[in-house]
């Protein structure tokens, strides 16, 4: 319960307010004279503030700014017997939270404070919520270099400089990938750009809902509309009014409930089950799927209107063995976090660890190195991940790999791809030189030749 300072020069009333405020489990002090008011105050650190304008020849609001510029989050509630509309309104700009007029009813201010408490208490776990948010959001940038990377990063800068300057809504944003690209965090990442939006982003994995629960869970439902609807439920549309709605595995997204998707996204609507009005929602939604839906759409599995709908912008984020040296930046920064979060000051990779990074494939892209990672960090005595900590193929294949680098446009061993394919052919063949050769469409002296020069024949050979 908050504690109170109540200043009031009239100390029949002041008393009769301090026992109907203790009676209702506040702890409570009281004060008669304006001169000791902020000596009270500041020894006391009260939550709410029950203050008269005029305390003899001190001006109550005087002391109102006073004690606001010391403690800004302090409530207060004004009481006087001179009550005008300008005197409300200048101790509404001075930060009061309520006004009362004399003589005061004990139950009105008893539910007064009730409700100023109950505001206070809101807005401060809000701000939390917000602070909290604000660092995850700081920490979810998206990291890299590599071409597709930095065009992404640059697309969703203008588009939030351009939503904000015009004064728009945003449109439906639909996100492409491979299952662990970063298709969660660049959803952040647009949430944290559009700053005019002040409302949070609110995640709903849609092949995690039951599909009996899908239409709750997205628009809300009223109490008693089914059985066990014991209370009202606003639903992901609500909660997320104001800031972003993330749809992560649209492509789930059962057919019944598709319909109502599109109409809420053209309408700004919502209508939760059991109820007969529309309420009005303003989200900026953004759908994300590791599957391709147009194959969907031409078999009829999902609305092509609402596929329309939700890209009108889309990004399509790259896998992670497409992005270069973005692994190596990636793991140094996975690598800092694990230090801080597992007290391993100075973690970092060895030369050989790096080496089996850049050739790996990493099918579970980003999601896959992280998860790499920290279990080679856990698993280590010292702080220096190796090539042996990596739960990882030590070698990659040369011939994958170089295709990669052509396709980065770096150079590559050509010699190793050469000796890699002539080593395959080989084992394909039980060492037989002769079967070897005709696999790689060679003569049988050249295939000798190339086994010499990289060291595979067998001893005695020639």
Known sequence: MPKILIVEDEVGLARAMGDALTDAGHQVRLVHAGEKVMGEFRNFQPHILVLDVRLGGISGLNLLT?????????????????????????????????????????????????????????????????????????????????????????????????????????????????TGTGKDLLAYNIHASLKHRTGPLVALNCSAVPAELFESELFGHARGSFSGATNDKPGMFATADGGTLFLDEIADLPASLQPKLLRALETHTVRRIGETR??????????????????????????????????????DLPPLRERGEDILLLAELFC??????????????????????????????????????????????????????????????????????????????????????????LKQTGGNASAAARLLSIGREAMRYRMAKFGLLPEGGE
Not at 88 to 96: P, S, T, Y
Not at 366 to 391: F, T, Y
């Open 66 to 178: 006073q004690i606001k510029a010391e403690l800004p989050d302090v409530e207060a509630i004004v009481v006087t017997a001179y009550g005008s509309v300008e005197v409300a309104v200048d101790a509404m700009k001075r930060g009061a939270a309520e006004f009362l007029i004399k003589p005061v009813d004990l139950d009105v201010l008893t539910v007064t404070v009730d409700r100023v408490w109950s505001a206070s208490h809101a807005r401060r776990r809000l701000e939390q919520y917000r602070s909290a948010q604000a660092e995850q959001l700081r920490q979810v940038q998206l990291v890299g270099n590599c071409p597709r990377i930095v065009a992404i990063r640059e697309q969703v800068n203008r588009l939030a400089a351009r939503a904000v300057s015009a004064g728009l809504d945003m449109p439906a944003i639909l996100l492409t990938g491979e």
């Open 336 to 425: 800092g976090r694990l230090a801080a979060k597992y007290g391993i000051p100075g973690l970092d990779l060895t030369p050989a660890a790096k080496e089996v990074l850049r050739q790996h494939e990493w099918p579970g892209n980003v999601r896959e190195l992280q998860h790499a990672l920290e279990g080679a960090a856990l698993s280590i005595l010292g702080s220096s991940i190796d090539a042996a900590d990596l739960p990882v193929p030590r070698r990659a294949d040369p011939v994958r790999r170089a295709e990669r680098s052509l396709d980065e446009g770096t150079p590559i061993d050509l010699e190793q791809v050469e000796r890699s394919l002539i080593d395959r052919a």
């Open 278 to 315: 529309d309420r009005s929602i303003d989200i900026c939604l953004i759908a994300a799927t590791n599957r391709g839906i147009e194959s969907l759409v031409s078999e009829g599995k999902f609305r092509e209107d609402l596929y329309y709908r939700l890209k009108v912008i889309s990004f």
